[in-house]
């Protein structure tokens, strides 16, 4: 089982950048396809991106491609995202989550088992 506890969160304003790491323990996060979540105060949990578990393939949702970029670091086994150009619609509390899988290409924006505890990104405009 791998545990997640994200960090990197904080205030930013519109316009510019937040980097967000999830570090992983138990497990490796190449063992895994790993996604980034959020959520908004009031509203349903949403995914933001997602990486293949061979770390060669990534997805984003379309309210965020273009800005965001989530890459792998095999040796600090952790994942990262890249926030550019926050918007204040970006505010939410961010999540990492793991998703065990058979295939290495496969991106998925469900099905996730394991999650960190969140980090508060908040966005002023």
């Known amino acids: 089982q791998v545990h997640l506890v994200e960090s990197g969160g904080g205030l930013v304003q519109a316009g510019g950048s937040l980097r967000l790491s999830c570090a992983a323990s138990?497990?490796?996060?190449?063992?895994?396809?790993m996604g980034w979540f959020r959520q908004a105060l009031g509203k349903e949990r949403e995914f933001v991106a997602g990486i293949s578990r061979s770390g060669g393939r990534t997805s984003y949702s379309d309210s965020v491609k273009g800005r965001f970029a989530m890459s792998r670091d095999d040796a600090k086994n952790a994942v990262l995202l890249q926030m550019n150009d926050v918007q204040p619609d970006d505010t939410a509390v961010y999540f990492c989550?793991?998703?065990?899988?058979?295939?290495?290409?496969?991106?998925?924006?469900?099905?996730?088992?394991?999650w960190g505890q969140g980090t508060q990104v908040t966005v002023s405009s």
């Open positions: 138990g497990r490796t996060v190449s063992s895994y396809a």
């Open positions: 989550a793991a998703r065990s899988t058979a295939l290495s290409s496969g991106l998925y924006t469900n099905g996730y088992a394991y």
